[in-house]
C-alpha cells in the first residue's frame, strides 16, 4: 500500500465509489422496461413499516438496486463475457455455441408433469372425436444443429422425447414428428442465433413436414417469396445469456407470391387488422412480435374461401410462440384458423371448438415449451355440456 | 443484512461511516453510540421481531456481569449467577435452534404425539450467545473487568461487523477497545483492503462455485458418476471456505474501519497437515472458545486416555450441534473428534514421521469425506456419497454432464488451488513491492469492481448460516 497521502487518496476514493453508486439511485429516476433484457424493471419500493418489519422491503430495495444500478447492462455483459474466458459455456440454461450460435439446454421433462400434459390432450380429444387431431412438436436448435453446442455440453435427446410423446398419444393424437425434415436444412439459417425461435424459414419447412405427414400436398417453393425484413435481431437468448457482443439475427418473412387477403380478429382487444405481420415491432428490441403480434389470448383469421366451389374449413391452432411464425402458410388449407394460446385464453376450449365449428385442431408447441407447460393439463377439466 | 449485498456496500456502509466519522474522536460514547445504532438496524433489517432477543440477551449478560462483580467475596452466590446467566444463553439456543430437532427426536424415538415445535432461527444466535457467555464467564474467573457502561457492552454485543456470521469475539479481545480504541489511516486503510478482499472471495469465487456444487446437489446420487462426485464435493469444499472465510475477512476489516481489532478465524485451513490442524486453522474462534470454556474446564487431555475420549466426545458432539440442529451436524462433530482422538492416541506421531505431501493429502481426505456428512443431512445418502467417491459403488467413472462440468469448472477449481497455496501471495508481494505499492490498489479496485457486478446478476447469493 501507498503510504501518507496515497494511503488517504484510496480510502476516499474506495468510499467514494460506493457512495456515489448509491447517491446516484436516489436521485436518478427509475427506468421502467429494459428493453436489453425486455422485462419491466423493480421500480423504488414503497416505505411502510408493515413491509420493514415482514423483511419485504428490504427484499424489493435489493432488488431495485440491482435493476436500477448505473451501467447495469455493462455490469451484466463484463460478469458473462469474464465467466466465458474462465471455461463457462452456459448462463441461465442457454449455451454459449460454436459459431456465435445460442441454444437453450433441453432437459427431459419427465413424470407425473408430462402425464398430465399428455391427459389433458387426450381428453380434449375425446370430447370431439370426429375431429382430427395432430400435435406439431418443434425440436429446438441444439437438435437441429447438435454441432454447434459447446464441447462436452449436455442437452437430452429430443429425437427419443417426440417418440415418446407420440406413443403417449398414439391412437387419439397424430404426433407430427418434423426434427428430420428441419435436420435436413440444416445448412439453411432455420433457426435463430440469439433466440430461441425458428426463423420463418424453419417454420416453412416444419409446415411443409406437416402437409406430407397430414396427407396433404407438399409445399410448392415456387408459390413463395423470401424477403429480410430486419438485421438488427437480438432475441430472447441472446438478452437471458447475457452476452451482449453477439451480432444480430436477420428476420426474413416468407410471402405468397399471390397475396392472399386476411382479417385478423383480435378478440379480447376488440380490433380487426389486415395483416398478419407487425411491423412496428422491427423497431422494438423483441422484434419476434413482427409474427402476429406476439401472443394473444384468442385471434380468429379469416381469408377469401380457397376453394369457393367447396364447404369453409376451419383450423383451431393451440400453441405457443413458436406457432406465430408457421401460421401464415396454415391459410393455404384452411379458410378460418382460430388461434388460441392457452396462457391467456380463459374459455371452455372444447365447447369454443364445437360452437366455431372447427373442423381440425393443431397443436404446436416446442419440446421445451411443451414441457414446461401448465395449461394443457387443465384441458382435463373442460367438458362438454349440450348446447342450450 | 448481509455483507455481500448492494443494500449494505452502497446505502449502509457509506452512511454508517459517514455519521461514525463525523462525530469528533475525542467523544467515544457517541461514536458507539452511533455504531450501536447502525448494528441494531442492520440486525432489524432481516429479522425485526428477533431485535427484543438480543436485547434481552444483552441486559440479562450485562445486569449478570454486574452482580457476578458485587458479590464476587461471596463464591457460592458468583457460582451460582453464573449458572443462571449460562442457563439462560443456552435455554434460549435450546429453545429457538434446538426445539425443533428436540421434539421431532424425542417423537420419533418414543413415538410420543408430538408436535415439532418449529421456529424461525433468529439470525446470528449462535454467534451472539456464545459472545455473551465469555463475557460472563471471563468476569466470574476475574480475567475481564466488570463492564460497568451498558452503551459499551450493548455495542459490543450488538457490533454488526462479526453480529450474524461470526467470528465469535469474545470480550476479552475488545474489551480495552470498546472505550479506549483509536482509528487510524493505516487502521483503516487495512481494514478496507480485507473488506474488499474478503467480499471478492464470498462473491466472485464462493457463489461461482456454489452453482456447481448446486448441480450436483440437484442430481438424484443414482445418476452421479464418480468424477461429479469428486467435483461436487470439491467445489463444496471451496464454496464454504471461500464463504465462510470471505465473511470472517469482511469482518475482520470493517472492526478495523472502526478502530476494533478481531482476532484472526481461518489460517489456511486447506494447508493443514494434520486433523488438529486442520481445527487449529478453520473457524479459529469457535474451537478455541469450545477449548478454552469446555475442554480445558473439563480437565482437557491431562487425565487418563479414558477420561480424554470422553472430553474430545463432549467437546466434539457439541460442535458438530453448534453447526445446526440437525443430527448430520452432530454426526460431522464426531467423526472430527474421533480423528483428533486417533491423532492424539498414535496416529499423530506415526503420521509425523511421513512426507510431508502425504499427510496433507491424507488430511484433505479425511476433510473433504467430513463435508460430505456435513452438506448431505440423511444418513442414507452420506452413505451413498462416500461409497461414490471411492468408486465402490459400481456407477460410471464419469459421464458427460461430469465431463462438461470439468470443462466448465476446471480453469475456475484450478485457480482456487492457487489461491490456498502460498506461492501466489509471495509473488503478489513481490510484484507490490517493485511497484512501489501501487499494483495493490489497483487490484483491489478490480476485486470490488467485478464484485458490484456480480451482486447486480445476482441470481446466486446464498446465506450459508442460516442454520449456525
Redesign the interface.
Known amino acids: 500500500?501507498?503510504?501518507g497521502t496515497?494511503?488517504?487518496i484510496?480510502?476516499i476514493?474506495?468510499?467514494a465509489?460506493?457512495?456515489l453508486?448509491?447517491l446516484d439511485?436516489l436521485v436518478r429516476p427509475d427506468l421502467a422496461f429494459s428493453e436489453l433484457e425486455n422485462r419491466y424493471l423493480e421500480e423504488r419500493p414503497v416505505f411502510s413499516w408493515p413491509a420493514?418489519?415482514s423483511?419485504d422491503y428490504?427484499r424489493k430495495?435489493?432488488s431495485w438496486?440491482?435493476d436500477q444500478?448505473a451501467g447495469?447492462d455493462n455490469?451484466?455483459g463484463?460478469?458473462?463475457e469474464?465467466?466465458r474466458l474462465?471455461?463457462?459455456?452456459?448462463n441461465?440454461g442457454i449455451y454459449f455455441g460454436r459459431d456465435q450460435v445460442l441454444l437453450q439446454r433441453f432437459t427431459k421433462p419427465g413424470g407425473a408433469a408430462l402425464d398430465e400434459t399428455i391427459a389433458g390432450i387426450r381428453h380434449l380429444q375425446s370430447l370431439l372425436p370426429d375431429l382430427p387431431v395432430s400435435l406439431l412438436l418443434a425440436p429446438t436448435s441444439a437438435a437441429v444443429y447438435p454441432d454447434k453446442l459447446?464441447?462436452?455440453?449436455?442437452s437430452d435427446d429430443q429425437a427419443a422425447f417426440i417418440r415418446q410423446v407420440e406413443q403417449l398419444l398414439a391412437g387419439q393424437v397424430q404426433l407430427v414428428d418434423v426434427l428430420d425434415d428441419l435436420a435436413e436444412k440444416a445448412d439453411e439459417p432455420i433457426y435463430f442465433c440469439t433466440d430461441h425461435h425458428w426463423t420463418m424459414r424453419g417454420a416453412y419447412y416444419a409446415w411443409d413436414s406437416w402437409l406430407r405427414q397430414t396427407g396433404r400436398p407438399a409445399a410448392d417453393p415456387d408459390a413463395y417469396t423470401r424477403q429480410i425484413v430486419s438485421k438488427n435481431f437480438y432475441g430472447t437468448s441472446w438478452a437471458r445469456a447475457?452476452l451482449y457482443r453477439l451480432p444480430p439475427d436477420a428476420i426474413e418473412a416468407i410471402w405468397p407470391v399471390t397475396p392472399v387477403p386476411v382479417r385478423v380478429h383480435d378478440v379480447a382487444a376488440g380490433e380487426t387488422r389486415s395483416s398478419l405481420y407487425h411491423p412496428e415491432y422491427l423497431e422494438k428490441r423483441d422484434q419476434y412480435g413482427y409474427f402476429l403480434g406476439g401472443n394473444q389470448p384468442l385471434l380468429v383469421i379469416e381469408n377469401e374461401k380457397t376453394d369457393p366451389g367447396g364447404p369453409a374449413r376451419s383450423l383451431l391452432v393451440v400453441k405457443n410462440s413458436f406457432a406465430n411464425s408457421l401460421i401464415p402458410f396454415l391459410l393455404r388449407d384452411f379458410d378460418a384458423i382460430h388461434v388460441v394460446d392457452l396462457r391467456f385464453f380463459q374459455d371452455n376450449l372444447a365447447a369454443y371448438a364445437r360452437d366455431a365449428a372447427i373442423d381440425e385442431i393443431l397443436f404446436i408447441y416446442d419440446v421445451i415449451g411443451f414441457g414446461n407447460d401448465r395449461q394443457l393439463r387443465l384441458l382435463s377439466r373442460s367438458e362438454l355440456r349440450s348446447s342450450p | 443484512m448481509v455483507f455481500s449485498s448492494l443494500t449494505f456496500l452502497l446505502f449502509f456502509l457509506p452512511l454508517c461511516l459517514g455519521a461514525y466519522f463525523a462525530v469528533p474522536q475525542r467523544f467515544r460514547h457517541m461514536r458507539n453510540l452511533v455504531l450501536l445504532l447502525f448494528s441494531l438496524v442492520f440486525y432489524a433489517w432481516g429479522e425485526p421481531v428477533y431485535i427484543i432477543l438480543m436485547v434481552f440477551s444483552t441486559l440479562v449478560d450485562y445486569g449478570h456481569g454486574r452482580l457476578i462483580g458485587r458479590f464476587r467475596s461471596r463464591p457460592r452466590l458468583a457460582r451460582l449467577l453464573l449458572v443462571s446467566s449460562v442457563a439462560i444463553n443456552l435455554g434460549l439456543l435450546g429453545v429457538f435452534k434446538y426445539a425443533g430437532l428436540i421434539t421431532t427426536t424425542l417423537r420419533d424415538l418414543t413415538g410420543l404425539p408430538l408436535e415439532p415445535l418449529e421456529l424461525a432461527l433468529p439470525i446470528g444466535i449462535s454467534f451472539y450467545t456464545f459472545q455473551t457467555m465469555s463475557y460472563t464467564i471471563d468476569v466470574f474467573r476475574d480475567r475481564v473487568p466488570v463492564q460497568r457502561n451498558l452503551l459499551a457492552f450493548a455495542t459490543y454485543v450488538s457490533l454488526f461487523p462479526q453480529l450474524i456470521a461470526g467470528p465469535i469475539v469474545r470480550y476479552r479481545t475488545v474489551a480495552d477497545q470498546l472505550e479506549g480504541r483509536r482509528e487510524t489511516v493505516p487502521q483503516i486503510t487495512a481494514g478496507l483492503q480485507r473488506l474488499i478482499l474478503g467480499l471478492g472471495k464470498k462473491v466472485l469465487l464462493a457463489n461461482t462455485i456454489g452453482q456447481l456444487w448446486q448441480t450436483v446437489r440437484d442430481t438424484p446420487l443414482a445418476d452421479l458418476s464418480v468424477l461429479g462426485a469428486w467435483l461436487g464435493i470439491l467445489a463444496f469444499a471451496f464454496q464454504i471456505y471461500f464463504d465462510f472465510s470471505g465473511y470472517s475477512d469482511m469482518a475482520i476489516g470493517l472492526g478495523r474501519l472502526f478502530g476494533f481489532g478481531f482476532e484472526e478465524n481461518f489460517n489456511q485451513p486447506y494447508r493443514a497437515d494434520s486433523i488438529s490442524d486442520f481445527w487449529r486453522r478453520w473457524h479459529i474462534s469457535l474451537g478455541s472458545w469450545f477449548r478454552d470454556y469446555v475442554y480445558i474446564p473439563l480437565g482437557g487431555s491431562r487425565g487418563s486416555a479414558a477420561r480424554t475420549w470422553f472430553n474430545l466426545l463432549v467437546v466434539w458432539f457439541l460442535t458438530g450441534l453448534w453447526h445446526g440442529a440437525s443430527w448430520n451436524f452432530v454426526a460431522w462433530g464426531l467423526y472430527f473428534g474421533l480423528w483428533i482422538g486417533l491423532e492424539k492416541a498414535g496416529l499423530g506421531r506415526w503420521l509425523n514421521r511421513l512426507w510431508r505431501p502425504l499427510r496433507h493429502a491424507y488430511t484433505l481426505l479425511v476433510v473433504l469425506a467430513g463435508w460430505v456428512i456435513f452438506a448431505l443431512d440423511s444418513l442414507a445418502d452420506i452413505g451413498h456419497y462416500l461409497r461414490l467417491l471411492t468408486g465402490l459403488s459400481g456407477q460410471s467413472l464419469a459421464d458427460a454432464q461430469a465431463l462438461y462440468d470439468l470443462s466448465a469448472y476446471g480453469v475456475l477449481l484450478a485457480l482456487q488451488v492457487a489461491i490456498c497455496a502460498r506461492w501466489p501471495q509471495r509473488l503478489a508481494a513481490g510484484l507490490d513491492r517493485r511497484w512501489e505499492g501501487w499494483l495493490r490498489p489497483a487490484w483491489l479496485a478490480l476485486v470490488l469492481l467485478l464484485s458490484t457486478g456480480w451482486l447486480v446478476e445476482m441470481s446466486f447469493n446464498p446465506f450459508l448460516y442460516f442454520r449456525f
Open positions: 500500500m501507498p503510504s496515497g494511503m488517504k484510496v480510502i476514493v474506495f468510499c465509489y460506493l457512495a453508486l448509491g439511485l420493514l418489519l423483511g428490504g430495495l435489493e438496486m440491482a444500478i447495469r455490469w451484466v463484463a460478469k458473462t469474464l465467466l474462465i471455461g463457462k459455456r452456459e441461465r459447446p464441447a462436452l455440453a449436455v447475457g
